[in-house]
């Protein structure tokens, strides 16, 4: 068992999560968390397909598929490390639903609640919920090659 780390997760990946959850309201919004281990990198939108989306959240599989496919071509070192979904009105915690179909142990569950206003994260584990704490990156300065 590895220990608890903090996630490094930029400021950018809280806005467009924020901005998601916003969208998406009253329903849940989710979307995977992209990047190496504890560090995220970037947060992809994704369709929630639960056929009861406003207590709930199921990511499309097919989005699931597309969304490996070009990490792989496009990020070969990065992965999907965790999953990000709100809670309109509800606490930036786990359901009891979010804990019994948790099945990746090692990712980040990115929880934002009561309409964006708190951005949790946990890891799930053995049916068993433990807070992360966040370190929130500043934006870095994009590196251009011309
Ligand atoms: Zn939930």
Not at 31 to 57: C, E, K, Q, Y
Not at 68 to 85: C, D, F
Request: hydrophobic share 40%.
């Amino acid at each position: 068992m590895t220990a608890r780390r903090v996630a490094s997760i930029p400021h950018a990946v809280k806005r467009a999560v924020v901005a998601h959850a916003r969208r998406e309201a009253p329903k849940e919004c989710c979307g995977f968390l992209i990047g190496t281990g504890a560090r995220v990198d970037l947060a992809v939108p994704m369709s929630n397909v639960d056929p009861r989306p406003h207590t709930g959240f199921q990511i499309d599989p097919s989005e699931h598929i597309a969304v490996r496919r070009v990490i792989r071509q496009v990020l070969p070192n990065a992965g999907i490390v965790g999953v990000y979904h709100s809670h309109p009105s509800g606490p930036a915690a786990p359901s009891p639903r979010d804990i019994a179909e948790a099945h990746y142990p090692d990712w980040i569950f990115l929880i934002c609640g009561r309409a964006g206003r708190v951005v949790r994260a946990y890891r799930i584990r053995r049916g068993m919920a433990t807070p992360v704490a966040i370190r929130w990156r500043p934006a870095e300065r994009p590196r251009r090659k011309r």
